[in-house]
């Protein structure tokens, strides 16, 4: 699975990939994992991804970050699950975006 993740500079979500990598390695998760600012958000559909999370910090922007996942599923990661990088619940939310 290959999944983007959107926040407002790129830092907190690239601390979250670090750890989205190691888990995803640990239990034998086929995933490849990018952290973006919404600034640099291109055409997430031309680079293949499956999903988009959002960090809860710019949920504001969903719809935005939605209009240019065209048709990409995308949802904003529960606070509580983002502070505390809570990798499987993470991982359900993927799971459901592309089931």
Known sequence: MKVLLV???GMSTSMLMKKMDAYAAEN???LEVAARSFTELKDPKADGYDC???GPQISYQKDK??????GLPVEVIPMKDYGR???PAIFELINSLIA
Do not use: P, R
């Not at 970050?65 to 065209?70: E, F, G, I, P, Q």
């Open 7 to 9: 926040c407002a500079a």
């Open 85 to 87: 990088q809570n990798c």
């Open 52 to 54: 988009i999370l959002v």
């Open 28 to 30: 034998g998760i086929d």
């Open 65 to 70: 970050v939605a209009k240019k996942a065209d």
